[in-house]
Nanobody, 125 residues
Framework: QMQLVESGGGLVQAGGSLRLSCAASENIFSSYAIGWFRQAPGKEREFVAAISWTGGNIEYADSVKGRFTISRDSVYNTVYLQMNSLKPEDTAVYYC??????????????????WGQGTQVAVSS
């Protein structure tokens, strides 16, 4: 069964950067789309970014376009979320999720089969 482990969260000042990592136990390049979602206290979980299993489709939430970049590394079987120009409203627990051979509907949490435990990101003003 696929296992996902997030890392890289922390506390940063507004305008700063963080890079989140999502390490997968199975080969994501052959079979899995990976998405990043976040959940702030008292709010619903929301989509952040995703990359399809082929790598040919990448999607971003409007709120992070131009600031966040999703990428994947075949050597480490890891997906990254580079977050620049962070804002206090980016504060949340960030989760990565895997969807078997998914190319579309990547912004929907129901498309995903496996979830990590999350990593906390806090942005101070």
């Amino acid at each position: 069964q696929m296992q996902l482990v997030e890392s890289g969260g922390g506390l940063v000042q507004a305008g700063g950067s963080l890079r989140l990592s999502c390490a997968a136990s199975e080969n994501i390049f052959s079979s899995y789309a990976i998405g990043w979602f976040r959940q702030a206290p008292g709010k619903e979980r929301e989509f952040v970014a995703a990359i399809s299993w082929t790598g040919g489709n990448i999607e971003y939430a409007d709120s992070v376009k131009g600031r966040f970049t999703i990428s994947r590394d075949s050597v480490y079987n890891t997906v990254y979320l580079q977050m620049n120009s962070l804002k206090p409203e980016d504060t949340a627990v960030y989760y990565c999720a895997a969807a078997y051979r998914q190319s579309y509907y990547l912004s929907s949490s129901s498309s995903y089969d496996y979830w990590g435990q999350g990593t906390q990101v806090a942005v101070s003003s």
